[in-house]
């Protein structure tokens, strides 16, 4: 019978039995300024959150073990620096972090992986890692950012940063972490190209470091998205279970 385990919370024989045949999820997150009203684990935070959901809601129905490791709490946010509660791992040393995770989970028999992402700024090198993992270890990687599967119809922007989405979902899981919004009477403006990513400091810092409205955010709506995405990176777990 598939199972969901916690690696932090099993002994090396039960890791042991499982991990050849189990996938390993690695939730990475980061630590940053979210605004003046989120606390500065908000990614980590909600990607342990949809992990370890998603785990346990696909274990019933996924054709092998699934393992959630310990989140991953530091990611590449350099451009965080800047507004100060941010600790940043440059993009080699996290891409080089993730690289010896995969490295330690092929040693030990490991040969499925699942890097279940909740920063922006960690994808470029989760993509990288994902290929250099299965290049120098033979391990399967997949790379997986929780937010392209949220729906977006009608939604605020998604993920945002520390606006109305992220607020939504954090009220849900930890209330006791968001602080006093203050109300924004205008969206600020994010250009945008479409096909294109932008990155610029000019742009952080005329919105103050946060996104669209967070004074708009309700914890039933936080409610409503995150089972919404454990649902969504459930059933991916399962497909990828076959596949991986």
């Given at each position: ?42 990614d980590?935070l ?14 019933g ?6 393992i ?9 946010s ?21 690289c010896?995770l ?19 700024g ?25 937010w392209?599967?949220a ?12 606006g ?5 979902m ?9 602080g ?21 400091a ?15 955010a ?27």
């Amino acid at each position: 019978m598939p199972v969901a385990l916690r690696w932090s919370e099993s002994d090396r024989d039960l890791i042991k039995r499982h991990l050849p045949d189990a996938v390993v999820i690695i939730p990475l997150g980061a630590t940053e300024q979210h605004g003046p009203h989120l606390p500065t684990s908000t990614d980590t935070l909600i990607a342990d959150t949809i992990a370890g959901g998603a785990a346990d809601s696909a274990a019933g129905r996924a054709a092998r073990p699934l393992i959630v490791a310990p989140a991953v709490c530091l990611g590449a946010s350099d451009h965080h620096l800047p507004y100060g509660g941010t600790l940043s791992l440059s993009p080699e040393t996290l891409l080089a972090l993730i690289c010896d995770l995969l490295r330690s989970i092929a040693a030990q028999g490991g040969r499925r992986v699942v890097l279940l992402n909740g920063h922006g700024g960690n994808t470029g090198v989760c993509h990288a890692a994902a290929a250099a993992g299965a290049t120098r270890f033979g391990v399967s990687v997949a790379h997986m950012d929780y937010w392209r599967l949220a729906g977006t119809g009608g939604e605020p922007p998604v993920p945002g940063h520390a606006g109305e989405f992220e607020t939504s979902m954090v009220l849900a899981v930890r209330p006791d972490l968001v602080g006093p919004r203050e109300p924004r009477h205008e969206t600020p403006h994010l250009p945008a190209v479409e096909g294109a990513d932008l990155h610029s400091a000019e742009v952080w810092r005329g919105i103050d470091g946060y996104t669209d409205r967070p004074d708009l955010a309700r914890n039933e709506d936080g409610k409503r998205r995150l089972a919404d995405l454990i649902g969504r990176t459930a059933d991916r777990l399962a497909e990828l279970a076959g596949a991986l």
